[in-house]
């Protein structure tokens, strides 16, 4: 099956700094690659889309200037965290989608981020 | 809006019965319906994927119906083992690039 990788695992940073985390399509291109968060015991929420080549599209009250999405190629997309505080800790996943016929669509191991 | 519920928050059954999970949404038409497993602290796996025009579909153990007329999705693990546990996620799609709708899970427990 397809594979998504993301990096890093796990990522502690003080408030005010800026994390990045990326995300990789291991064995395909990923045409579409999706960014969720998720809160303890909570379903996934859908941040933001990222087509490669093109701008992000963000779900409402996404800050898009909080959170960076950048899909520079076919197969890695960024997240960056800018001016991290304590309440932008949570585990963040992203998932890719193939988009060649490709229905399914493939998440990352997810990173745990940890603002102090 | 579209509205995914899952039958309960937890279920716990014996070990070698069927897990049955129940996925229901209003509001929506999906044209792909898709199941994951979730195990804590990681992202979520891939297990099933089923079409609007199919009516079920199987793998090894696992099981996935699709009722479009009664909007609603079943999920069964027969043969259940204590390694099945994990929270499972319905999540509804409507188009082949289209976002993923989920529902909040539902997280099973098999007891020896």
């Known amino acids: 099956g397809a594979v998504v990788s993301q990096h890093p695992s796990r990522v502690i940073c003080k408030s005010g700094t800026s994390v990045k985390i990326e995300c990789r399509s291991l064995?395909?291109?990923?045409?579409?690659m999706f960014w969720y968060r998720q809160f303890p015991k909570k379903s996934l929420m859908l941040m933001a889309t990222?087509?490669?080549?093109?701008?992000?599209?963000?779900e409402q009250g996404v800050e898009k200037d909080k959170f960076l999405i950048n899909h520079a190629s076919l197969t890695l997309s960024t997240l960056t965290v800018t001016s991290a505080h304590p309440e932008d800790s949570s585990f963040y996943i992203c998932?890719?989608?193939?988009?060649?016929?490709?229905?399914?669509?493939?998440f990352g191991p997810g990173t745990r981020l940890l603002v102090l | 809006s579209q509205k995914i519920e899952q039958n309960s928050e937890a279920l716990n059954i014996q070990e070698g019965k069927t897990a049955t999970l129940t996925c229901n949404y209003t509001?929506?038409?999906?044209?792909?319906l898709q199941w994951y497993r979730q195990d804590p602290g990681r992202g979520p796996v891939f297990l099933l994927l089923?079409?609007?025009?199919?009516k079920e579909k199987r793998k090894e153990r696992l099981k996935v119906t699709f009722d479009t007329t009664l909007k609603q999705s079943l999920f069964h693990i027969t043969a259940s083992q204590p390694a099945d546990s994990a929270t499972y996620l319905c999540?509804?799609?409507?188009?082949?690039?289209?976002?993923?709708?989920f529902g909040r899970g539902t997280q099973l427990t098999v007891w020896p």
């Open positions: 998932s890719a989608s193939s988009g060649d016929g490709g229905e399914t669509q493939y």
């Open positions: 064995d395909f291109q990923a045409t579409t």
């Open positions: 990222s087509n490669e080549g093109s701008k992000a599209t963000y």
């Open positions: 509001n929506y038409s999906p044209a792909y």
């Open positions: 089923i079409r609007e025009n199919e």
């Open positions: 999540a509804l799609r409507g188009s082949t690039l289209g976002r993923l709708y």
